[in-house]
């Protein structure tokens, strides 16, 4: 061999070209496909929004039924005054668009709720405004997040999904199948605190509270903690704003 | 024996299906397997076997990083500066699963949904950064990927044996994408419908896959007396 491959300069160099050959292709990767992770993103959450509203939808197809069921698109801040609202198509460079307010990042970044702004998207099923309200928290392991729909008359669910990101698969993993969604329909949210709780597994329920999952308590109870957290913000704005025709 | 005489007298390039070759296909399925006999990838053998579904979705992932890892590996064989070569190592096997998650995200959404957790788990996946470190920084890339495939193989079969078993006992059901759980019980033989069995739900806790690897170690040595320990 021509080089000795265990002096220092060699080793040195090597590193020195590795990392800056693996960050420029890394980098590349990441750029180039961002537009359509982006995308798929932005689809993944029309698609739970019209699932919180009990309209299936699929990949490929989700815009245009957006467009048909979500109606307005507000923004509240954190003492329930109306900031901003949008109609119409949802444009992804339009950092005002309450669809582009990233919730989880809000959640995580620690700021107080005074700076953030809140979204709530009013949709239209059937002749009935329904307004579905993004909730996020933490579970056992990770985070947790979903979004609430709510009838017209703002206080009676209409329906919930939930997802998680890294909870246990059979146990808290759980809350985001049906079994686990379904009692939410019908549930009330209070107007005094606390506003909604899930209860451990088994354990009575009343009006505004459901049944966890059993050996899923922490996560479960995250469930209750973030949609109670959430509705505490959301109410404000419910209890001023014009009630909507039926 | 006649081959033998044969590539002694006239040292030919080796076919990449030779005997010996075959071997880095077929050893790790049984007696150098990767899980049961050096012990290794026991972490994710634990932490993905709850269902098959997460199983095959790992064991594919793993499959394709470790070609990738032990091929790239072995052609830079002869210019990794020794000192460095794990560094080097992991760089390559990081580069990979990050590639493969970028892409999975923007092209296929869902599975990247699913196999999100895992990527943390396939970067420090024992297996593929010790058949680096065993086989690849001494061997040409073509027995390399063999090499690859067979301890990809030998570990998908004990994760797919493991899931089985925690899936089937622990949920009573397996749950396929696309079609949703498929049960294997009468609905009326479960305690909450009157009936007498209850799914056991220590199986979905991590100690039980530990057990079950275990159990799949004794039916193994019971079979494979070569296996045992002499001491």
Avoid at chain 1, 17 to 24: E, F, P
Avoid at chain 1, 106 to 118: G, P, T, V
Avoid at chain 2, 94 to 101: C, H, K, M, P, Y
Wanted: overall charge neutral.
């Amino acid at each position: 061999m021509a080089f000795n491959k265990n002096s220092n300069g060699y080793t040195f160099l090597f590193a020195i070209l590795m990392v800056v050959l693996v960050g420029a292709i890394l980098a590349f990767t990441s750029l180039s496909l961002k537009p359509l992770q982006k995308a798929n993103a932005a689809e993944k959450k029309m698609m739970n929004i019209l699932g919180a509203i009990g309209v299936p939808s699929e990949r490929g197809a989700v815009e245009a039924k957006f467009m048909d069921f979500v109606k307005e698109r507000v923004s509240i801040d954190s003492d329930g005054r109306k900031v901003d609202s949008r109609t119409g198509a949802v444009d992804a460079t339009d950092s005002d668009d309450p669809f582009n307010i990233d919730v989880k990042k809000d959640y995580r970044s620690k700021a107080a709720a005074s700076e953030l702004n809140f979204p709530l998207f009013v949709c239209n099923k059937e002749g009935q405004d329904l307004y579905v309200v993004p909730v996020v928290g933490n579970g056992l392991w990770g985070p947790i997040w979903g979004f609430v729909a709510l009838e017209s008359d703002m206080e009676t669910i209409y329906g919930a999904v939930f997802n998680h990101k890294t909870e246990t698969p059979g146990l808290g993993a759980e809350i985001k199948e049906g079994f686990f969604q379904a009692p939410f329909k019908g549930k009330k949210i209070s107007k005094v605190s606390p506003h909604f709780a899930v209860v451990k597994g088994g354990a009575p329920t009343t009006e505004y509270s459901v049944d966890g999952i059993t050996g899923g308590t922490i996560t479960s109870k995250g469930v209750g903690e973030m949609v109670d957290r959430t509705m505490a913000i959301y109410l404000k704005y419910f209890q001023s704003a014009p009630k909507a025709q039926k | 024996m006649s081959t033998e005489t044969i590539t002694a007298v006239e040292p030919k390039r080796e076919s990449l299906f030779s005997k010996k070759n075959r071997k880095l296909l077929t050893d790790p399925l049984d007696d150098s397997n990767p899980i049961t006999v050096q012990v290794l990838g026991i972490c994710s053998a634990l932490a993905i076997t709850v269902q098959v579904q997460q199983a095959v979705i790992m064991s594919l992932a793993v499959l394709f990083v470790m070609i990738g890892g032990n091929v790239i590996v072995s052609m830079m064989r002869n210019i990794i500066p020794d000192r460095i070569r794990i560094i080097v190592q992991l760089v390559v096997i990081a580069s990979l699963v990050i590639i493969v998650d970028e892409v999975l995200k923007a092209f296929s959404p869902d599975i990247s949904e699913k196999l999100s957790v895992f990527v943390g788990l396939i970067i420090t996946n024992c297996i593929i950064m010790g058949r680096l470190e065993a086989f690849a920084l001494g061997n040409k890339p073509g027995p390399a990927m063999l090499d690859a495939v067979g301890n990809a193989m030998g570990y998908a079969w004990i994760l797919l044996a493991v899931a089985l078993v925690r899936e089937v006992f622990g949920s009573g059901a397996i749950s396929f994408p696309g079609v949703g759980q498929v049960k294997f019980l009468p609905e009326s033989w479960f305690m909450a419908n009157g009936g007498f069995y209850e799914n056991n739900n220590l199986m979905i806790l991590p100690p039980m896959a530990l057990i079950t690897v275990g159990i799949i170690i004794w039916i193994q040595r019971s079979r494979n007396r070569s296996l045992i320990e002499e001491n």
